[in-house]
């Protein structure tokens, strides 16, 4: 089945500066990627999400890419600020009634 | 937007005795749902997709015995932990695509925070 990596575990940036995460993903049949914020003792909340058909997608500060061929995707948040901490995680699904697998999630700190 | 709401946020309940969580779509109808269980600072796992009017399809290790899912409407699933044990102690929480046949998000219920005592 689907196996999605993630890194880092846990990131620290000071506010202002950029943030980027990474994943992989194993089945070449995945061809969707969502990413999920998820503040403590809440529900992860969907941020941004790319097809396959898309190589780079942007919304204001956040922005994902993906190589298909690599099966690389990775999440880019610019100007960060101290509300952007909280644990992101990256997923994949096949098809639109698929599971959604998720990576094991980063830890980011905003440091004002 | 989609909603999915989910029953109860929090439960205490003791060793042995059965937990039943609901999770309901408000405003959509929702022939699969999921079920994740995330353990403090992990990763939402998977246990299992429920599926209306059919038996519920199990993640590896999952144990369909103990995890009880009853998808009996369109707009609602149950997880029921029966004879829990403290090593079920977790955060339970459920899932649903809003838009079947379209490839936007799966909109998350609250989550149930278990503890076994």
């Known amino acids: 089945g689907e196996n999605v990596e993630q890194h880092p575990s846990t990131l620290s940036v000071q506010e202002g500066d950029s943030a980027v995460i990474k994943c992989t993903y194993s089945?070449?049949?995945?061809?969707?990627f969502p990413w999920y914020k998820q503040e403590l003792g809440k529900r992860p909340q969907l941020i941004i999400d790319?097809?396959?058909?898309?190589g780079e997608k942007k919304d204001q500060r956040i922005a994902v890419t993906l190589n298909k061929t690599a099966k690389h995707f990775s999440l880019h948040i610019t100007e960060t600020q101290p509300e952007d901490s909280a644990v992101y995680f990256c997923?994949?699904?096949?098809?639109?009634?698929?599971?959604?697998?998720f990576g094991p999630g980063t830890s980011l700190s905003v440091i004002p | 937007g989609a909603v999915v709401s989910q029953h109860p946020s929090r439960v205490i309940c003791k060793s042995g005795t059965s937990v039943k969580i609901e999770c309901r779509s408000l405003d959509f109808q929702a022939t699969t749902m999921f079920w994740y269980r995330q353990f403090p600072k992990q990763s939402l796992m998977l246990m299992a997709t429920s599926n209306e009017g059919s038996k519920a399809t199990y993640e590896q290790g999952v144990e369909k015995d103990k995890f009880l899912i009853n998808h009996a409407s369109l707009t609602l699933s149950t997880l029921t932990v029966t004879s829990a044990h403290p090593e079920d102690s977790s955060f339970y929480i459920c899932s649903a695509n809003p838009r079947q046949g379209a490839t936007d998000g799966y909109t998350f219920g609250s989550g149930t925070r278990l503890t076994v005592v």
């Open positions: 790319i097809r396959s058909n898309v």
């Open positions: 089945d070449s049949a995945s061809n969707y």
């Open positions: 997923a994949a699904r096949k098809t639109s009634y698929d599971k959604v697998i």
